[in-house]
C-alpha cells in the first residue's frame, strides 16, 4: 500500500503523521504498534475518529436513496471503523496497563462516547432509515445471517430510546452519561485501592506456614514495590487466596482479609457506596424511561432467560442445597480448628485455611505438592495441543513482535493443516499494579468479512503471581482452570466467521457468552491433558496417576462454599436491580437486608462485595448479569457430557458441530437454536448440580 492510500485508509485519520492513528498500520498482521503510541496521541485520535464517525453517519442519514439493506445496515456496519481501532486500543491498555494520564483520558472520554452514542442511537433521520428496512425485512431476500444482522440493529435501535419523544431522549442521553463516567470512576477506585495496598511483612515469624511458591511470589511483590529483601502481601488473587489458605497467623490473615473484601468502602476518593446508590437510581430510572418495570427487566429482556424471575429460579435452586452443603462444610472446618485449640466461630479470613486442611486429611491433597506440576508454560501449551485436537489449531511463537507490556507474548494462530492464518493471540499472564484485578478476554482487532477478510487480534489478561527471575511460574488449580476458561473466551473470538463484525465472536449475549469458555476448562481435568502436560517443574516427571484420581475426586469438594458466595453474589446483583424506585439506597445496608433475608452464612462473604464488583459496577457489562456464569454452566456441564458419552473427549463429530454451532458462529443464530443445533436439545439443571456436589 503507498503512503497516500495508508492515509486514506477507513480507519485512517485526519492527524499529524507523527501519530500512530493517522495511517492504516503497516505493521505484521495489523499489529497495533505499541511502542509508537503514547497517551498524547490518543485524545486527538479520539477527536477525530468522533468526527469522522459523525460524518459517516450523516452520510447513512441524507443517502437520497431508497433505504435498503446495503446503505442502511451495512452502511452502518462499515462506519466507525476509525473509532472502533483508537477504542480498542485505548480500552484494552486502560485495563492492563493504565497509568495517571491514560486514567485522565478515560475519565474525559466516557461521557464523549456516550453522547456521540445516544446521539447516534437516538437519531430520528437514522432510525426512520433503519426501521424502514425492518419493515420491508420479508421482501429483500435476505439470508439468515443478514436476516439477524437487521433485527438485532434495529432492536439495538429501540432498546437505546430511538421511538421515545423528545424530552426523553435528552433525559436518556444524559443519564447514559452519567452511568458512563460514573463507571469508569468506580473501575479506578477500585484499582486505586487495590494497587496501593502491600502488608509488607519483615521477619520470618510473619511467614509461618507458607510454602515456598508462595514466599517467593511474595519476595517478587515487595521488590516490585521497593522492599527488596521482604515479602508482600497484595490484593492480586494469586498472591492474597493462597496466603489466606496457609498463613498460620490468624492475625495477619485477618488484616489481609479485611483490607481485601473492604476495597472500594475506605472512605477519601475512592469509596465507592455513594457511586453505587447513584448508579442503581440511574439505571431504574432509564428501565422506566424505556418502558421496563425494573432495570432487571429491560436487561434480560435481551438474554436467554428473558425475566428475572426465570434467574431467581434458577440460583434458588442452586442457594437452598448449596447453604446446606455449606453449613455442614462449616461444621467440618470447626471440628478441626476445635482440634487444633481454636475454640472461637469460623471467619471468613478462616475458611480457606482450614478447608485446605480439611481437603489434605480427606483427600490428601496438597496444594503446595501440587503446584510444581502446574507450570504456567505448560498450562499454555495444554491449551493450545487441546485447540489443536478439537478445532484443527496451531500456534507459532512471534517473539520478534512487541506487545503493550514486556510481560506480554504474542502467537500467530494458524489453521493447521491449511496454514492459513487465522489471528493473533496475546498472553499477559502476571499481576502488575497497573493492571486491574481478574482476570479477561478482549480483542484489539474483531473478525469480519464485509469489504474483505479481516482476521482478529485477541488478547487474555490474567493476574499470576510472577515468579523469581529464572524460576517457572507456577499455578494453582484456580488459576489453571483461569487460563483454560479465558482461552475458551479467546477461541470464540478467534474462530469467529462470520460476515459483520457486529455478530463476531463474543458479541452474543451476555449469559451464552460464558458457555465457550467455561467449557473449554473440562478438558484441563481430563487425563489426556493432565498426563501430557503437568510435568513436575524440577523432575520433569509427569503427574502421578494416582494424584490425578485424587484431584478428580476433590472437585467437589468445598463447592459448598464456592457455591455460596458465588450465587450470593449474582442475587445481590438481582435485587439491587429489581428496584423500582432506589433513590437514596444505602448500598452497604441494602446488601446487608438481601444477605439476611436469603440466610447469608456468616462464615462466609459474597465473592464480590458491592463497592468493588466491577462486572456490575464497572460500566454496563454483567449489571443484572452475573447469574450469567451459573446459567452458562448448565450448559457447559451437559455440553461437555456430549463428548463423554461418545466415549472421546476430543470426538471429531462432536468438536466439528461446537465449533460450526457455538465458536465460530457469533451471534448469528439466536443461542437456544445454537445450543439445540449442537447437542439436539437444550440443557436441564442436572449436569450442573451433578458437577457440583449438589445433586439430591
Not at 468526527?51 to 452502511?75: L, Q, S
Not at 469508569?184 to 509488607?200: C, H, I, M, P, R
Amino acid at each position: 500500500m503507498t503512503a497516500p492510500e495508508a492515509m486514506t485508509a477507513p480507519e485512517a485519520l485526519p492527524l499529524p503523521a507523527a501519530n500512530p492513528f493517522a495511517a492504516k498500520w503497516e505493521t505484521p498482521f495489523g499489529l497495533p504498534p505499541f511502542a509508537a503510541i503514547r497517551p498524547e496521541h490518543i485524545g486527538p485520535a479520539f477527536e477525530a475518529a468522533l468526527g469522522k464517525h459523525k460524518a459517516e453517519i450523516a452520510a447513512i442519514v441524507t443517502d437520497a436513496a431508497e433505504p435498503g439493506f446495503a446503505n442502511a445496515i451495512e452502511a452502518l456496519e462499515r462506519a466507525g471503523r476509525a473509532l472502533s481501532r483508537v477504542g480498542g486500543v485505548f480500552y484494552n491498555l486502560t485495563g492492563a496497563d493504565t497509568n495517571e494520564a491514560l486514567q485522565a483520558i478515560e475519565r474525559e472520554m466516557s461521557p464523549v462516547t456516550s453522547r456521540h452514542w445516544s446521539a447516534i442511537m437516538m437519531d430520528p433521520g437514522l432510525f426512520a432509515r433503519v426501521d424502514a428496512v425492518f419493515a420491508r425485512r420479508d421482501e429483500l431476500g435476505l439470508d439468515a445471517e443478514q436476516m439477524r444482522l437487521l433485527e438485532r440493529t434495529h432492536r439495538g435501535f429501540v432498546r437505546s430510546g430511538a421511538q421515545l419523544g423528545p424530552e426523553d431522549k435528552t433525559r436518556l442521553a444524559a443519564i447514559n452519561e452519567r452511568l458512563a463516567g460514573l463507571g469508569t470512576q468506580f473501575g479506578q477506585n477500585v484499582l486505586k485501592d487495590e494497587s496501593s495496598y502491600a502488608l509488607v511483612l519483615d521477619d520470618e515469624a510473619a511467614l509461618a506456614g507458607l510454602p515456598p511458591f508462595l514466599k517467593a511470589a511474595m519476595a517478587r511483590a515487595a521488590a516490585d514495590r521497593g522492599h527488596a529483601g521482604k515479602h508482600a502481601v497484595t490484593l492480586s488473587r494469586s498472591i492474597i487466596e493462597p496466603f489466606l489458605t496457609f498463613s498460620t497467623r490468624r492475625d495477619l490473615r485477618e488484616g489481609a482479609f479485611a483490607a481485601w473484601s473492604k476495597r472500594g468502602e475506605n472512605g477519601g476518593e475512592s469509596d465507592n457506596r455513594a457511586i453505587v446508590a447513584e448508579m442503581v437510581a440511574l439505571r431504574a430510572e432509564k428501565a422506566t424511561l424505556l418502558g421496563f418495570a425494573t432495570f432487571a427487566h429491560f436487561k434480560l429482556d435481551d438474554c436467554m432467560a428473558k425475566t428475572p424471575e426465570t434467574v431467581r429460579e434458577l440460583l434458588e435452586l442452586v442457594w437452598k442445597p448449596a447453604k446446606a452443603r455449606a453449613a455442614q462444610e462449616a461444621a467440618d472446618l470447626a471440628a478441626l480448628a476445635q482440634g487444633e485449640g481454636e475454640n472461637g466461630p469460623i471467619r471468613p479470613w478462616d475458611w480457606r485455611h482450614y478447608a485446605e486442611k480439611v481437603r489434605q486429611q480427606a483427600y490428601a491433597l496438597d496444594e503446595a505438592v501440587l503446584k510444581p506440576y502446574l507450570q504456567l508454560d505448560r498450562i499454555i501449551a495444554a491449551a493450545f495441543d487441546t485447540a489443536g485436537k478439537l478445532f484443527g489449531l496451531s500456534f507459532e511463537a512471534k517473539p520478534e513482535l512487541a506487545g503493550y507490556h514486556p510481560d506480554v507474548r504474542i502467537w500467530e494462530v494458524k489453521e493447521a493443516e491449511s496454514g492459513r492464518h487465522i489471528g493473533l493471540f496475546l498472553g499477559d499472564y502476571f499481576a502488575r499494579p497497573s493492571k486491574r484485578s481478574g482476570a479477561w478476554m478482549s480483542a484489539y482487532r474483531g473478525q469480519r468479512k464485509l469489504g474483505g477478510e479481516v482476521r482478529p487480534i485477541i488478547v487474555n489478561v490474567c493476574n499470576f503471581a510472577k515468579p523469581e527471575a529464572g524460576k517457572p511460574a507456577l499455578l494453582s488449580i484456580d488459576d489453571a482452570r483461569t487460563l483454560f476458561h479465558e482461552f475458551g473466551h479467546a477461541l470464540h473470538g478467534l474462530l469467529s466467521d462470520v460476515t459483520y463484525g457486529s455478530l463476531a465472536g463474543t458479541s452474543v449475549s451476555r449469559d451464552f457468552v460464558e458457555l465457550p469458555s467455561q467449557l473449554y476448562e473440562h478438558w484441563f481435568l481430563t487425563r489426556e491433558v493432565m498426563q501430557r502436560y503437568c510435568l513436575h517443574a524440577e523432575t520433569g516427571e509427569p503427574i502421578p496417576e494416582a494424584l490425578i484420581e485424587k484431584i478428580k475426586r476433590a472437585q467437589t469438594f468445598n463447592q459448598g462454599f464456592a457455591t455460596v458466595e458465588y450465587t450470593s453474589s449474582a442475587l445481590v446483583d438481582l435485587a439491587f436491580h429489581s428496584l423500582k424506585q432506589p433513590a437514596q439506597v444505602d448500598p452497604l445496608a441494602f446488601e446487608a437486608a438481601e444477605l439476611a433475608r436469603i440466610g447469608m452464612p456468616p462464615e462466609i462473604t459474597m465473592r464480590h462485595r458491592t463497592p468493588h464488583f466491577t462486572h456490575v459496577f464497572s460500566g454496563d457489562g454483567y449489571s443484572a448479569g452475573y447469574y450469567s456464569y451459573l446459567w452458562s454452566e448448565v450448559m457447559d456441564a451437559d455440553a461437555f457430557n456430549a463428548f463423554l458419552e461418545a466415549g472421546d473427549v476430543f470426538s471429531p463429530e462432536i468438536a466439528g458441530r461446537l465449533k460450526r454451532f457455538i465458536y465460530s458462529a457469533g451471534d448469528t443464530r439466536d443461542p437456544a437454536e445454537a445450543y439445540t443445533l449442537f447437542r439436539g436439545r437444550l440443557p436441564t439443571p442436572d449436569a450442573l448440580l451433578e458437577k457440583r456436589g449438589l445433586a439430591a
